[in-house]
């Protein structure tokens, strides 16, 4: 009489008799990502701020926000292990070099700052009736219909962002207000006040 046969699984196919996953066949936990700190100054990673024009205050910067990573990396301890290879002259050079970047960067600062400019122009309509227009608020990353809401609100009045002549968003205010504070947080070398009248036509006195 034949024997009968018995089917086997397919090689590879999991066993019948629950036995356990082998541990290779386990994936791996994912690492875990790394917490990067960059610099709120210059915008690098602390240990490159060395790098930028801009180290002093990437020190300060870093000094009150993660005194952990300061202690690391400008610690006494820390740059007397970083300098203690450099000569006295290296030391001295690297120092000058420094400083010299930092003025440069502080001087190109100072001259951005001076390009952007507010106008603030009192427009004659009639001989008792004028309107304000403010124009160059975004350079300093204002929004002007933000700004033109806040005005209509501290003044009482009618406040709105239009074009003007060159195709330019600038905010509009109903009466003269130049002498009310209107801008407190743009500096006063920065504001140019400007009056326009009205032009006179054929009749007019």
Known sequence: MPHSSQAQPPSGAPSSKGEDTPVSAIPAPAPAPLNVVYCGVCTFPPEYCEFGSHMTRC????GENHSDLYVRY?????????????????????EKDTAKKEAKAD?????????????????????????????????????LKKAAKLFAQRFATGSSVTKN?????EVVVQGD????GVLKD???????LVEEKKKKTAGEE
Do not use: C, M
Not at 74 to 92: I, P, R, W
């Open 59 to 62: 020190k300060a910067w870093l």
């Open 165 to 169: 002549a060159q195709g330019i968003e």
């Open 177 to 180: 207000v130049r002498g009310n």
């Open 107 to 143: 001087a190109k600062a100072d001259a951005e700052a001076k390009k952007r400019q507010v106008t603030i122009k009192r427009i004659e309509r009639t001989k008792r009736k004028h309107v304000t227009s403010i124009h160059g608020l975004e350079a300093f990353g204002v929004d």
């Open 74 to 94: 400008y610690s006494q301890d820390a740059l007397t292990s970083k300098v203690g290879t450099l000569s006295l002259e290296a030391q001295t050079k690297l």
């Open 186 to 192: 743009v500096p006063g070398s920065n504001v140019v």
